[in-house]
């Protein structure tokens, strides 16, 4: 069993940037790729960010290529997603996941085997 723990959140304005964590509790955490995701109001859920149990492959979804950074921290069960140069339709609320599977991570919205209960990231203009 893996409890994840979202924080960093909070209002910001465009240009700026934020650190989003996500603490993981169970001693299996090393062993999941771990991702972000987030849900603007009114729209479905969209993939992020992961990285793999290692930390030696990441993947981004285009929107934020080059802006936003993907870590772990295996020896603090904690995962972070920098984000720079933050723009208003960043504004979602931030969801931590993790999964056994990587290959396939940023497709698994209805799969996913864990899921935090996510923070709010606004971005005003």
């Known amino acids: 069993q893996v409890q994840l723990v979202e924080s960093g959140g909070g209002l910001v304005q465009a240009g700026g940037s934020l650190r989003l964590s996500c603490a993981a509790s169970?001693?299996?955490?090393?062993?999941?790729?771990m991702g972000w995701f987030r849900q603007a109001s009114g729209k479905e859920r969209e993939f992020v960010a992961a990285?793999?149990?290692?930390?030696?492959?990441?993947n981004y979804a285009d929107s934020v290529k080059g802006r936003f950074t993907i870590s772990r921290d295996n020896a603090k069960n904690t995962v972070y997603l920098q984000m720079n140069s933050l723009k208003p339709e960043d504004t979602a609320v931030y969801y931590c996941?993790?999964?056994?599977?990587?290959?396939?991570?940023?497709?698994?919205?209805?799969?996913?085997?864990?899921w935090g209960k996510g923070t709010l990231v606004t971005v005003s203009s």
């Open positions: 169970g001693r299996t955490f090393s062993s999941y790729t």
């Open positions: 990285i793999s149990w290692s930390g030696g492959r990441t």
């Open positions: 996941a993790a999964d056994k599977v990587y290959r396939t991570f940023w497709s698994r919205i209805q799969g996913m085997e864990y």
